[in-house]
């Protein structure tokens, strides 16, 4: 894939963000005449407590009323003000295995399939260090709120990571993330950089009759493939050479030389993913007028109740997923028949490049229906949806598909909070996925004060192999016979008892037709019926004062070879917390994490795609880090000491019992990182 020059150049834009902060700082500086409630709603002059601009200003007074609303939910958010857990401030989930260096291929230890009909790309290896329009969040704040994250790692890895939000008006509201990542890498051809932007906001007319979302997405995504080290006998070699982890070689990528620029973002050997979506919906309401009378001041805040909705959705996306190694230039050579040797590929080409391009274009519109003008959580939708595709597989093939859907939705969450029912059902009438559907069934109730919440869901999903699988995809070496749609059902329950801060899990898989790759250029189709159970706890244990131990324990099994999990997975952390000095929040301690042996799939750095393998058993020791993490005010502080466990005595005091995430892709030794996360409110 030729890189495209634009003026649009990514790595300016931490300097944008800066110069935003800025002008949201002197935006911050003009006059306000205007406040908001915790619904978004115009104060009067009484709830504004007067408008004297030299009264002493009171800390409670000033503070920032902000919260937010999931992109399809109506459910009310928080910002996070925690310190003890750092993963949610993180790219990486904390369940995740990633290839030696944080922003390559990464998978999560725990059993999460995909449940989607309908198009499917299926390229997802990089999916967590992405935005997407389901973790979207539409604000609603009284003042301008930002925030900058920064962390710094071991071997010049760095993040940064920008927000901005406010609201232009009481009914208008402006959301900029920006997040980059850059690991220049722990092991030869290991390094990533990934550029994610996202720009959202949410607005309304005075009289809450037009309202509607808008949501930008831009991903880059950067991750070499080198794959894997040679032999593991290097990891345990007395060669002081091999002790620094950069010099043990690789199967692809050549000898290229370690950079430590920040700014230096090329893959010469692996994936180079890119994404643009723009999504706006709007809907206009039919209803009934209301208002609210204040006592104290006579003020009017108007209401207004909608009972009818039309919804309309647009949504273009484009996707391209390209696979590159400048280091073939001769495909006679001994480097062009690893390739066809070790890793099964038939079509070598010079420079070694594929990519499967798409463009998505949809069409949605609904109605909905409120029941009960006072309860906007109670509604029923019914819509249907068009969707056109064109995906283009080498320089000269494209092709052209389309989609026609049905869909509908039941949501009730009933004013006490006693009841919440969701169900959902989309059906795909013609088209590239004629046949795929899914429907699914929530229901959560409140047991009681002390008796706590349990939720019961049901969902049935047919859908259609990922295209990936598909004989017209570029990455394909196989020409298979016709796929069957793969059909799953997934049974789960949650119980929370907050008494005992204790969390119950469980869920039952049932698929037919399970598709999976089972070397790194071919696949199959597993045509009897696979189960997959997943039972797990959550629990927070007071041990003595100021001290805490967070316990996570997940239980895994499977009846197919085709799927490979951990039976065991636990996660622990024993932290000494609490608030100290009145402004101090503090959690230090140790996490550690473990999984009991299993036969962890491989990665295919041909096409990024997760293979099954029976060969090679992943035997690790538990994970071990040391953290010290507070809060100052709207200031946080996160350092960690992380793989402690790497400890080797024999080789002298080095950390070089690298864990392995799959055969042949060890992860880093002692790993330091430092956080730093500031909040401003003007």
Known sequence: MKARSSIWQWRWIPLLGVLLLCWQVSWSQLPRNIQMDNQGRLMGPNQMKGGDSLKQRNNNEDSITIFYRMFDSSRIGRIDSSVGEFTSRFALPKDHLYMGSLGTSSRSLIFSPQLRPGFDPGFHTLDAFTFNLAGTRIFQTTRPYSELDYI??????????????????????????????????????????????????????RNRRYSGTAVYISNRNRASQNGGI??????????????????????????????????????????????????????????????????????????????????HAFSYHSHEYGFKDNALTDTSSSYADV??????????????????????????????LYPQKTNQDQFLKMGAGFQYLMGRFDTATSHN??????????????????????????????????GDYTASLSLQTQLGKKAGTLQLGFQNTNRTPSFVFDERSDYINQRPAALKQENWSR????????????????????????????????????????????????????????????????????????INLPPLYTRNRIAYEGNFFRNLDLSTGLEVRYFLPFTADDISPFNGQWVVQDTTRISNRPDISAYLHFRIRAFRLFTRLENLNTLDLTRGFAFLNNNLSAPLQPTPGLFFRLGIYWSFVN
């Open 339 to 368: 390739y066809r040797t070790r890793f099964g590929v038939t079509r070598v080409d010079s420079l070694m490049r594929r990519s499967d391009r798409w463009k998505d274009i949809t069409n949605e519109a609904a109605i909905l």
């Open 230 to 311: 040679l032999s593991d006998t290097f990891l345990t070699s007395k060669n002081s050479a091999y002790y620094q982890r950069f010099n043990i070689p690789t199967w692809l990528g050549g000898d290229g030389d370690y950079g430590t620029n920040f700014f230096a973002t090329s893959v010469n050997t692996g994936l180079e993913y890119r994404q643009q979506q723009f999504y706006f919906r709007h809907q206009y309401d039919f209803g009934q007028k209301d208002s609210l009378v204040n006592a104290d001041d006579s003020s009017v805040v108007r209401i207004f109740y909608p009972r009818f909705r039309l919804q």
């Open 152 to 205: 710094l790692g071991s071997r010049s890895e760095q993040t940064i990571k920008l927000l901005h939000t406010q609201n232009f008006s009481p009914t208008w509201n402006g959301t900029f993330e920006y997040r980059f990542l850059n690991s220049p890498g722990n092991f030869k051809n290991n390094n990533a950089s990934h550029s994610n932007l996202r720009l959202s906001s949410g607005f309304s007319t």
């Open 401 to 434: 598909f389309n989609n026609l859907y049905l869909l509908g939705e039941y949501r009730n969450r009933t004013r006490n909070n006693r009841w919440d029912i969701n169900a959902f059902g989309r059906l795909y009438l013609s088209g590239l996925n004629a």
């Open 491 to 562: 049974f789960s329950g949650h119980y929370y008892l907050p008494a005992a801060n204790l969390h119950l899990l469980g869920n039952y898989y049932l698929v037919s037709n399970y598709t999976y790759w089972d070397s790194y250029t071919t696949f199959q189709q597993e045509a009897t019926l696979t189960s997959v159970l997943h039972l797990g706890a959550e629990k927070k244990f007071r041990v003595g004062k100021h001290w805490n131990w967070y316990m996570e324990l997940h239980f895994q099994g499977e009846t197919s070879e085709a």
